[in-house]
Antibody, heavy 124, light 109 residues
Framework: EVQLVESGGGLVQPGRSLRLSCAAS????????MHWVRQAPGKGLEWVSA????????GYADSVKGRFTISRDNARNSLYLQMNSLRAEDSALYYC?????????????????WGQGTLVTVSS | QSALTQPASVSGSPGQSITISCTGT?????????VSWYQQHPVKAPKLMIY???NRPSGVSNRFSGSKSANTASLTISGLQAEDEADYYC?????????FGGGTKLTVL
């Protein structure tokens, strides 16, 4: 059974940093592109960042470019999101999501599994 | 990276059919066959319902179908059921990223 379990969220002051983690199981993590998607309270989905299965392709939404860094540790079956210079508008539930196709290019196949999310609140 | 345009809400009675539109540009919806649709129930994670414009993942009811014409994609739900009441989001590939629609709240009357 595919499972994605996010952690690392919490309350943080503006300008500070936070590192999110996503522990994956039930599939060959190395073979799939992975994404972070966020959802502010009562709002819609916003794609944040993606990393290809071989880390050769990495992308960010304009809203987080230069502040967030995505990475993966295939040996640990884990996905990460380092978030620096946090702003109030970064407050959201952050989901980890798996690309549907094995060895597929990011963004081209749909996200077939999602975690339950980890909540980030940026406030003084 | 402007969001795709969806109606804020749609409604229908049990047994009826509804269609949710998702309008983008030639740089996203109109330029690629990489449109997906997601269903999200309250306090739940999104669920993939349609990928590649019109394909259903295993386990998704055939009451859900997708299509595309020019820069507008559509999700049709036939034989509406109470359990279909949820938020629906479209998404599309655009160069180097994914863009989502603003979401549509489906109410089953």
């Amino acid at each position: 059974e595919v499972q994605l379990v996010e952690s690392g969220g919490g309350l943080v002051q503006p300008g500070r940093s936070l590192r999110l983690s996503c522990a994956a199981s039930g599939f060959t993590f190395d073979d799939y592109a992975m994404h972070w998607v966020r959802q502010a309270p009562g709002k819609g989905l916003e794609w944040v960042s993606a990393i290809s299965w071989n880390t050769g392709s990495i992308g960010y939404a304009d809203s987080v470019k230069g502040r967030f860094t995505i990475s993966r540790d295939n040996a640990r079956n884990s996905l990460y999101l380092q978030m620096n210079s946090l702003r109030a508008e970064d407050s959201a539930l952050y989901y980890c999501a798996k690309e549907r196709l094995r060895f597929g290019e990011p963004h081209t196949a749909g996200f077939d599994y999602w975690g339950q999310g980890t909540l980030v609140t940026v406030s003084s | 990276q402007s969001a795709l345009t969806q109606p804020a809400s749609v409604s229908g009675s049990p047994g009826q059919s509804i269609t949710i539109s998702c309008t983008g540009t030639s740089s996203d919806v109109g330029g690629y066959s990489y449109v997906s649709w997601y269903q999200q129930h309250p306090v739940k994670a999104p669920k993939l319902m349609i990928y590649d414009v019109s394909n259903r993942p295993s386990g998704v009811s055939n009451r859900f179908s997708g299509s595309k014409s020019a820069n507008t994609a559509s999700l049709t739900i036939s034989g509406l059921q109470a359990e279909d009441e949820a938020d629906y989001y479209c998404s599309s590939y655009t160069t180097g990223s994914t863009v989502f629609g603003g979401g549509t709240k489906l109410t089953v009357l």
